[in-house]
């Protein structure tokens, strides 16, 4: 059981937006960041969007993250195949001493 | 740029101890915190730890009692024992950068590797 929580599955077809909410706490995303990561099978995760709606260097405009008050979204739009991969939202929580904790992750399918 | 490999026994067995060493290549250990995640098999990730070059750590408090992180700068390496493993803690084990704080995300990441806890 994740502490933060993600539908477990998405979908859409190439050039739809999607978009993949997490939920905390008052705990978590209530007082913290949220970060998003793109996580392709045998590959290390990826960040694509830090401090709520921030993206590194190299990372399409296509995604965009948000958030509101304990919740988070990643939109992806203009949907494209290689798209497919699991998604990952983490944040800091301060409870006991502090730990970073993550959603239990959502496989977005590109039909 | 900065890039970690994951290194260790694939197989381990129940009530010993798992030993990982994550070795950092183009670029230094130092002034940065490190940090250890894992993700068993059809589950989410889970945040194991971290530890700031200079040995401070921080863990898990649902693993805290059973891990423990070190550092060797002399090595650019940091390492992870976890012990009294059990089947549940079979998973793939991810080294990445950051971690300290909710400033301090964690990227880049390892590539990962698996270790499975079985007789």
């Known amino acids: 059981q994740s502490v933060l929580t993600q539908p477990p599955s998405a979908s859409g077809t190439p050039g739809q937006r999607v978009t993949i909410s997490c939920s905390g706490s008052s705990s978590n995303i209530g007082s913290y960041y949220v970060y998003w990561y793109q996580h392709l099978p045998g590959k290390a995760p990826k960040l694509l969007i830090y401090?709520?709606?921030q993206r590194p260097s190299g990372v399409p405009d296509r995604f965009s993250g948000s958030k509101s008050v304990t919740s988070a979204s990643l939109a992806i739009s203009g949907l494209r195949s290689e798209d497919e991969a699991d998604y990952y939202c983490?944040?800091?929580?301060?409870?006991?001493?502090?730990?970073?904790?993550f959603g239990g992750g959502t496989k977005l399918t590109v039909l | 740029q900065v890039q970690m490999q994951e290194s260790g026994p694939g197989l381990v067995k129940p009530s010993e101890t798992l030993s990982l060493t994550c070795t950092v290549s183009g670029g230094s250990i130092s002034n940065f915190y490190w940090s250890w995640i894992r993700q068993p098999p059809g589950k989410g990730l889970e945040w194991i730890g971290y530890?700031?070059?200079?040995?401070?750590?921080n863990y898990n408090p649902s693993l805290k009692s059973r891990v423990t992180i070190s550092v060797d700068t002399s090595k650019n390496q940091f390492s992870l024992k976890l012990s009294s493993v059990t089947a549940a803690d079979t998973a793939v084990y991810y080294c990445?950068?950051?971690?300290?704080?909710?400033?301090?995300?964690?990227?880049?990441w390892g590539q990962g590797t698996l270790v499975t806890v079985s007789s």
């Open positions: 530890i700031y070059y200079s040995g401070s750590t």
């Open positions: 983490a944040a800091w929580d301060d409870s006991l001493s502090g730990h970073w904790v």
């Open positions: 401090r709520n709606n």
């Open positions: 990445a950068r950051g971690g300290g704080s909710f400033l301090n995300w964690l990227d880049p």
